[in-house]
Every structure is written in structure tokens, then in C-alpha cells.
């Protein structure tokens, strides 16, 4: 059931950050920054990629990708469409990830992370992804609404 619901959760705000992307009348302001926007929506983009196919695919699904985190945030001008296919390669990432996991994955210690606090389970870690990803979706719609005029 847990599973379910977080593939379900992901999934569906990997495709609203996907649409966010697309609705942007002007692809240079997805890169755009100005006064206390300090997050262009495509660095948030580029870094919930990379935070997801870290901490679910690599560490959890054994993937071989490798995050540069700096390049999350200082990397520019990546064309929409390659966002978009960032995003569904994430989705698909995950939902094969979660569904290679058993409930007793899910209870076990999440492998060598710093941002858990008292939990440290696997399944509170996806949920603390499921939640991290929503916060900055709702930064990159702020973001496309005040920024691509």
C-alpha cells in the first residue's frame, strides 16, 4: 500500500514539474533570475532530478548514476526538451526502484544519509523525497507564474 501510494505521489509531481516546464512561453526564462528568485526553475528541475535519481535510484535501486550537485544549480540554458526527458527518465527511475523494493526494505535503515533526522528508515526517506519534491514543485510554479512574462 505504501509503495502504491509514494509511486503514485512521484510520479504525479514528477509530471506536474514536467508540465510547469513545458508551460513556459519563453525557454529563457526557465533560466531567469532576479531580485530574491535566487532558483531558476530549471536548476530546481535539474537538482530534484538529481536528487531523486540519487537517493532512490542509485542508493536504493543500485543504479551507476553518478550526481554532481554543483552543476544543479550553476549549469544553464538546457533546452526544455531535454528537461522533459530528465523528468521522465527520473519517473521511470523511481517507479522501478520502489517496486524492486519488499516491506521489509521499506523498515530497514536508509543507506549513509545526512538529512534524516530520528527515523532513518527507507520508508521515511521516501517520504521526505515525496515531500522535498513537492516543496520545490511549488517553487517552480511560483517561479513560471512570476518570472515568464
Same mark, same amino acid.
Given at each position: 500500500?505504501?509503495?502504491?501510494? #509514494?509511486?503514485?505521489?512521484?510520479?504525479?509531481?514528477?509530471?506536474?514539474?514536467?508540465?510547469?516546464?513545458e508551460q513556459y512561453q519563453n525557454d529563457k526564462n526557465i533560466w531567469r533570475v532576479e531580485n530574491s528568485v535566487s532558483n531558476s526553475a530549471g536548476n530546481l528541475c535539474l537538482h530534484l532530478v538529481g536528487n531523486l535519481k540519487t537517493f532512490i535510484g542509485?542508493? #536504493?535501486?543500485?543504479?551507476?548514476?553518478?550526481?554532481?550537485?554543483?552543476?544543479?544549480?550553476?549549469?544553464?540554458?538546457?533546452p526544455k526538451s531535454e528537461l522533459v526527458k530528465q523528468l521522465e527518465e527520473t519517473i521511470e527511475v523511481v517507479n522501478y526502484t520502489i517496486d524492486q523494493l519488499t516491506e521489509e526494505d521499506?523498515?530497514?535503515?536508509?543507506?549513509?544519509?545526512?538529512?534524516?533526522?530520528?527515523?532513518?528508515?527507507?520508508?521515511?526517506?521516501?517520504?521526505?523525497?515525496?515531500?522535498?519534491?513537492?516543496?520545490?514543485?511549488?517553487?517552480?510554479?511560483?517561479?513560471?507564474?512570476?518570472?515568464?512574462?
Open positions: 500500500m505504501l509503495k502504491e501510494s #509514494l509511486k503514485k505521489l512521484l510520479t504525479r509531481d514528477l509530471n506536474k514539474v514536467k508540465l510547469e516546464i542509485k542508493e #536504493l535501486g543500485k543504479t551507476d548514476y553518478i550526481r554532481n550537485r554543483e552543476l544543479e544549480f550553476s549549469l544553464k540554458d538546457v521499506l523498515e530497514k535503515d536508509y543507506p549513509e544519509v545526512k538529512v534524516l533526522e530520528d527515523d532513518r528508515s527507507v520508508k521515511y526517506m521516501l517520504i521526505y523525497l515525496s515531500s522535498h519534491l513537492a516543496y520545490h514543485l511549488g517553487q517552480i510554479n511560483y517561479h513560471r507564474r512570476l518570472l515568464d512574462i
